[in-house]
């Protein structure tokens, strides 16, 4: 109900108290508490007066950058890998090898 009211109010916001930028995001008090030091404080957190605020803008900005940064990660390694399939004997990615399946001989009788 909260998020529907600051949505509604049309105020700007941008840095809000732990327990509302916990309920936005949706993630609990102590857990929040604890992740805080993997962000940037500045941008996505400060301390003022002996209280933690949390920046929505810088929240959404870091979020982004890490999405990119991923992409980009993520095409670095599928551009590897089919550079590396494209020549030739290279090794496959896989590494479990198949193993054939080998049936039990059939005897054969001859009638007499």
């Given at each position: 109900?909260?998020?529907?009211?600051?949505?509604?109010?049309?105020?700007?916001?941008?840095?809000?108290?732990?327990?509302?930028?916990?309920?936005?995001?949706?993630?609990?008090?102590?857990?929040?508490?604890?992740?805080?030091?993997?962000?940037?404080e500045?941008?996505?957190?400060?301390?003022?007066?002996?209280?933690?605020?949390?920046?929505?803008?810088?929240?959404?900005?870091?979020?982004?950058?890490q999405?990119?940064?991923?992409?980009?990660?993520?095409?670095?390694?599928?551009?590897?890998?089919?550079?590396?399939?494209?020549?030739?004997?290279?090794?496959?990615?896989?590494?479990?090898?198949?193993?054939?399946?080998i049936?039990?001989?059939?005897?054969?009788?001859?009638?007499?």
């Amino acid at each position: 109900m909260e998020v529907i009211e600051i949505i509604e109010s049309n105020v700007p916001l941008d840095w809000v108290t732990q327990p509302q930028f916990g309920k936005l995001i949706g993630l609990p008090q102590a857990r929040l508490y604890q992740a805080k030091d993997n962000w940037p404080e500045g941008l996505v957190w400060q301390k003022i007066n002996n209280k933690i605020y949390f920046s929505l803008r810088g929240w959404n900005e870091w979020m982004s950058q890490q999405g990119t940064q991923k992409a980009s990660e993520y095409e670095a390694t599928a551009l590897k890998l089919i550079s590396q399939s494209a020549v030739s004997g290279a090794p496959s990615p896989c590494r479990t090898r198949r193993h054939q399946k080998i049936l039990p001989k059939r005897e054969s009788y001859e009638l007499v």
